[in-house]
């Protein structure tokens, strides 16, 4: 009775557990580092955005010796395959993004916003080049539109975030038994946001911005250029913040992030720590090094 009359008032349900958990963690480092409280308050509103039912869902077909043939052949589990992915569910996902982005005054979003209402801009074509690792597409769609392609990216990846990291979360049995030495995500093939050193033995695991996979990998490697000349690779990090790191690589001129954490971070926080870990970045560009694309 009470939840009829919440939502014949039109009161909004409380966000999901883990979506609470990432909004705390926002708020708090919009505390913590008041420069960064209206960066923190835009990734609260996408997160929201992101979040709002209808939730988003992602399904693929993929048989056991499917999955491993790909990953023996370095192809992502996602690649090639259809994500059964409600093109109308989507549309509206993206325009729930582009608004909040229009909120906060996002140079563009009005015109995103605009080309998803006259149908000029179609998320599932989006999302279909991400997948299949093919950038070109999306930049013709979104460049030919006038767009721009940062905060479609952007929003794209906003809202793909919580159906791909429920899927990659399903597909993990399949790539428990691969070997994967490769930088990019075994699920769907995108860089690593960031990476995290757990434990007293400091293994470290690399995380996808896309669908927040988690792999396994070598600390003395570059995960963008394969490189393992030690020379070239090093590390950038402030004094007494030695826990978080940029891993820098002389070869490609790459560099990633590298946070010690006890427990795998869960997927909706990674953005978060991306956020707060937003000096490492300028100091690493400053340097001359670039993320991935
Ligand atoms: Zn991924
Ligand atoms: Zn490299």
């Not at 899927?167 to 946001?193: M, Q, V």
């Not at 250029?225 to 402030?238: I, K, N, T, V």
Request: one cysteine or more; hydrophobic letters at 45%.
């Amino acid at each position: 009775m009470a939840k009829s009359i919440g939502r014949l008032l039109g009161r909004r349900a409380p966000p999901p557990p883990e979506i609470a958990a990432a909004l705390d963690a926002l708020a708090r480092l919009a505390e913590e580092e008041p420069t960064l409280s209206e960066a923190a308050a835009l990734q609260g509103a996408l997160l929201r955005a992101a979040a709002a039912a209808p939730p988003l869902v992602a399904e693929v077909d993929l048989a056991e010796a499917e999955a491993a043939r790909k990953l023996a052949a370095g192809v992502p589990l996602l690649r090639g395959e259809d994500l059964r992915l409600d093109p109308a569910a989507l549309r509206a996902a993206f325009a729930r993004l582009a608004d909040a982005a229009r909120k906060h005054n996002l140079p563009g979003a009005d015109a995103v916003a605009e080309a998803l209402r006259r149908g000029a801009l179609e998320p599932a074509a989006l999302a279909r080049a991400v997948l299949d690792g093919d950038p070109e597409p999306l930049a013709l769609i979104v460049g030919g539109l006038g767009l721009p392609g940062d905060l479609a990216r952007t929003l794209l990846r906003w809202s793909l975030f919580g159906p791909l990291s429920a899927l990659a979360e399903r597909l993990a049995p399949l790539r428990a038994a691969a070997a994967w030495g490769h930088g990019y995500c075994p699920t769907c093939g995108g860089w690593p946001l960031l990476a995290e050193q757990r434990g007293l033995e400091q293994q470290r695991y690399l995380r996808c911005g896309l669908c927040a996979s988690s792999w396994g990998s070598d600390r003395l490697v570059c995960p963008f250029c394969a490189s393992r000349d030690y020379e070239q690779l090093g590390y950038l990090f402030l004094d007494g913040k030695e826990q978080r790191r940029a891993a820098t690589c002389d070869a490609c001129r790459g560099y990633l992030k590298v946070l010690n954490a006890l427990t795998p971070i869960p997927p909706y926080e990674l953005p978060v720590l991306d956020l707060a870990t937003l000096y490492l970045d300028m100091v690493a560009l400053e340097r001359g090094y670039a993320p991935a694309a």
